[in-house]
């Protein structure tokens, strides 16, 4: 059953109807998720822009970390293939764990040069996906969590004075046997995923690469972030001139994290009316109350709280072709879909049904402009 | 539709017209008079106003990873005051694709040459210039730090391989021509090299800079682009750039190259600050090379941010940022790097680099070889393009300008003692016939019959900056888009592209060289028009026969 209102089997027609009536009845709507291919982001914020909708992405408190210490420190980074190809020396930071696919496309590729691990809280399944001989140079001071260990490590880096009575003198030792193991390095990254990590943890990691970039070759690779995250970023900034989250109040587009934040919005109950899109991964809103929802998701998507309505849509990387970022390059890709699944799929894409939306509520087409 | 401009002055050099007449325009092209007694379906009385082509920007950064990069780190400088009209979506977002050509529009351009788009980038940045209006767009791709590029060369693969490189990364990422940014210097950056001249070499391939952009000028005479290789040299920014200038225009040889922004290198080492003019020794060097054209990259105070694919340079330059912030960032090729900026008036250097601009401009023998840019954003916004007219064509207003600044800059430069002002006649060859004329856009930058219908209508008045800030009339493909500096309603230009000829067997070892670099392929740099998201995205024009 790809179309439902309240829960009812339904046409297209009716659900285009209804979501239309849905979404122009908020005063504060919301467009959240985001999860979707170039297509449906740009689709997304022209009726976003239209609804004078506040828009965030599901990857949101990952990305709002690695966007704040981008504006406010910038960052010296590479992208994951040149690291792959050139890194003989890489700083794992976090966990990484749910990682270790994209570590092992990007540094476990056959032929990649000898390096050098030294790890930060990686756990094994991280450091075994890099590829390299032997256990990783483990940075493990006990007591001491990841991000104070980063903290000291980034101070012994610059020569300065740290802790030692909480680091102990071993622990000491390891930071400084550390230190210097980056330090010898021809090109060094320091690889980090923001999902795992707290704000300082990220500017920490990204000060580090600054640090060390003085004398040896440096640069960050984080990683960009699931469901086109780090591509709704580009289309956003590009078509807005922002990331979001973002919102366009008076039909200005603005940039605030606080006040655009679609989970924070829902919680309070400031939203009264949502647009949900997970084209990529079938997901849910965690939201345990939600204003009136239209859902525009992959098949198979179960809910918590039932939409007003949901319309099932192409898997953008599956059943249609799309434009994606992609992880491994850092760049936005054509993919193409296998022909015989693109065609039997009857689904429509996000794209599609954002314009069918906004034709009927602004009687325009939403695709022209 | 069939369209007159009735009784304009019209100013159109490439076929030496400057007097009142009229044009016409029919199915966006431009047309003879018709046959006396043909109505046409509408008529605009220009008499009293300036008819010229619509503008064409050779140089500008208006799209692609690194402009991205400059918003994101910038969001600060660009919150928006106002709401976009209607039907004119995210066209008062500032810095966005969508206010970009609006701004470009109502001072009547109406095409744009993104300058450095890196292969890879290539589709990001198509994406973004589809969603800049009313203008058409064209790329030039970046090749010169590309790891395939320095493996062919180092692995001797020869001028014909070099060449079918080219044309594939060219056709494929649906440019119109190659860009050359510090050749090698990124390269060497990746290996902690951190200064760059022209005969200093990568340490990991042993190429210097002067090889790399012989090779890569070689290939594009060789595919007949008609675009010459357009080249960013060493040691930007740096006192004494000035030799690299013109050791670069010498090493030329005789073939077409163009030089990008090059008052960022027209420095000298003289005087007490070992900052000096070096604006006539780079004219000299351009008068006894006819081959090279430059743009100027002039500098209008205010903040702005630099944006560059010359990695090694940004990185060289993050202390004088302003914010204190900044990315660097290494690529398969060039990488980039984005550093905000502040040029201050009461800044002795600053005001200097101000003056060479001017200098350069106003010192040069032959307008159709010396392009008008401010570089956008990396001298100033191109949002002071009308300003910098003004200034080129009235020297009161320079004088003005030169009463406000530090002494002891513009003792250093030739600029207060030039009288010279600009007619609007060099205006129109700077800013139209010549751009089309080295894009080798034939159908553009003039008014002749066949033309595309790309006219812009400025009001004649003293004030430089009033007129070109405000087109009175703009037509693209000859629909009204622009009225009393207003754009009226959106439409979406093409990317104007070239498809060079190239042995396809090339495909096959670039793909494997991509595998084993990086376990991509040409993939990575081919942009399908199907991703674009609108109709008929690209046009393409022949190259030299």
């Known amino acids: 059953m790809s179309v439902r209102i309240d829960g009812e089997a339904a046409s297209f027609e009716d659900a285009v109807e209804r979501a239309a009536a849905v979404l122009s009845a908020g005063r504060a709507p919301v467009v959240a998720g985001l999860g979707t291919d170039i297509a449906g982001v740009r689709a997304a914020l022209k009726l976003a822009e239209h609804l004078r909708a506040a828009v965030g992405h599901r990857a949101a408190p990952a990305l709002s970390r690695d966007l704040a210490v981008l504006s406010e420190t910038g960052i010296l980074f590479v992208t994951p293939t040149e690291a792959g190809r050139r890194a003989d020396t890489v700083l794992l930071v976090g966990d990484l764990a749910t990682r270790a696919g994209w570590l092992a496309e990007v540094f476990g590729r056959d032929g990649a040069p000898a390096r050098t691990v030294v790890s930060l809280g990686a756990s094994a399944k991280a450091a075994a996906a890099m590829g390299t001989e032997g256990a990783p140079l483990s940075l493990a001071v006990k007591g001491v969590g990841v991000r104070d260990t980063l903290l000291a490590l980034k101070a012994r880096v610059g020569g300065r004075p740290v802790d030692e009575k909480r680091l102990g003198r071993s622990g000491l030792r390891d930071l400084d046997n550390a230190a210097k193991t980056l330090a010898a390095a021809k090109y060094g990254v320091v690889v980090w995923d923001a999902a795992g990590l707290d704000g300082l943890s990220v500017e920490a990691a990204a000060g580090l690469v600054r640090d060390l970039n003085a004398a040896a070759r440096y640069a960050a690779v984080p990683f960009p972030g699931d469901d086109n995250a780090a591509g709704a970023v580009l289309a956003c900034a590009w078509t807005t001139g922002f990331p979001p989250p973002l919102g366009f109040p008076g039909g200005i587009a603005t940039h605030d994290p606080w006040r655009f934040d679609v989970d924070r919005m829902v919680a309070s109950g400031e939203a009264d009316a949502a647009l949900w899109i997970s084209a990529m991964t079938p997901a849910a809103p965690a939201w345990t109350e ?18 007003a309505v949901v319309i099932e849509v192409r898997r953008a990387d599956r059943t249609t072709d799309a434009v994606l970022h992609d992880a491994r390059t850092n760049t936005l890709t054509p993919v193409a879909a296998p022909r015989g699944k693109a065609a039997a799929d009857a689904l429509p894409t996000v794209a599609a049904v954002i314009a069918a939306i906004h034709l009927r509520l602004s009687g325009k087409g939403g695709a022209s402009c | 539709m069939l369209i007159r401009l009735k009784d304009g002055h019209v100013i159109d050099p490439a076929h030496d017209r400057d007097g009142i007449d009229d044009v016409w325009m029919q199915d966006g092209r431009i047309v003879a008079r018709p046959p006396r007694g043909t109505e046409p379906d509408a008529v605009y009385d220009v008499a009293g106003k300036i008819v010229m082509a619509g503008g064409i920007d050779i140089h500008s950064h208006v799209a692609g990873g690194n402009v991205t990069l400059s918003r994101l780190l910038l969001p600060e400088l660009h919150e928006g005051t106002e709401a976009p009209p209607d039907g004119q979506p995210f066209g008062t977002a500032r810095w966005s694709s969508y206010e970009t050509g609006r701004l470009y529009a109502r001072m009547g351009f109406t095409t744009v040459v993104e300058p450095a788009v890196a292969p890879s980038q290539a589709l990001q940045a198509h994406l973004e210039l589809a969603d800049l209006p009313i203008l058409d767009k064209a790329t030039l791709s970046v090749l010169g730090n590309d790891e395939v590029l320095l493996g062919l060369m180092r692995d001797k ?18 440019a119109i021509g190659v860009k050359c940014i510090n050749a090698g210097g990124s390269a060497a950056f990746k290996d902690n090299v951190r200064t760059f001249g022209l005969d200093d070499v990568i340490p990991s391939y042993g190429l210097s800079s002067r090889q790399i952009f012989k090779a890569l000028q070689q290939a594009v005479v060789d595919l007949r682009i008609r675009h010459p290789l357009h080249l960013h040299c060493n040691n930007l920014g740096v006192a004494g750039a000035i030799d690299t ?37 780079l004219i000299r060097a351009l008068n006894l090379n006819p081959n090279v054209t430059v743009d100027v990259g002039q500098v209008m105070f205010g903040q702005t941010v630099t944006i560059s694919s010359d990695s090694l340079r940004q990185y060289s330059a993050n202390a004088l940022a302003s914010p204190n912030k900044w990315i660097v960032w290494d690529g398969e090729g060039n990488g980039g790097g984005i550093v905000p900026f502040h040029y201050k008036a009461s800044n002795v250097i600053n005001a200097l680099q101000w003056a060479i601009g001017l200098e350069i401009f106003l010192s040069a023998h032959d307008p159709w070889r010396v392009f008008f840019t401010t570089d956008h954003p990396n001298g100033a916004p191109f949002t002071t393009y009308p300003k ?73 008045t003293t004030d430089r900056t009033a007129m070109f ?21 959106y439409r979406f230009g093409r990317a104007e592209t070239v498809e060079p000829g190239f042995d396809k067997a090339i495909v096959r070892t670039i793909d494997g060289r991509l595998g084993d670099l990086y376990g991509t392929d040409t993939r990575q740099f081919t942009v399908p028009a199907g991703a674009i998201g609108r109709d008929e995205p690209f046009r393409v024009h022949p190259c030299r026969s």
């Not at chain 2, 007490?272 to 604006?279: D, E, I, L, P, Y």
Request: aromatic fraction near 6%; proline fraction near 5%; avoid cysteine.
């Open chain 1, 290 to 307: 939600a204003p009136p929802t239209v859902a525009l998701v992959a098949a198979g998507t179960r809910f918590v709280m039932p939409p």
């Open chain 2, 157 to 174: 693969a020869g001028r014909d391989a070099i060449a079918d490189y080219v044309g594939l990364v060219v056709a494929k990422s649906r």
């Open chain 2, 245 to 281: 200038l013109v050791e670069t225009i010498e090493a030329a040889d005789g073939l077409p190259l163009h030089l990008a922004h090059v008052q960022f290198y027209a420095y000298g080492s003289e005087g007490k600050r070992g900052f000096s003019s070096g604006a006539q020794q």
């Open chain 2, 388 to 460: 910098i007219l003004h200034l080129l064509m009235d020297r009161d207003e320079r004088a003005r300008y030169i009463a406000g600044l530090p002494k002891a800059a513009m003792a250093l430069s030739a600029l207060p003692s030039i009288t010279r002002e600009f007619t609007l006649q060099e205006v129109a060859i700077m800013t139209r016939a010549a751009p089309a004329r080295l894009l080798g856009l034939t159908d553009r930058g003039h008014l002749s019959p066949g033309a595309i219908a790309d006219v812009s209508v400025y009001t004649d």
């Open chain 2, 469 to 489: 800030e405000r087109a009175a009339l703009v037509f693209k493909d000859g629909n009204l888009v622009v009225r009393d500096g207003e754009v009226t309603e």
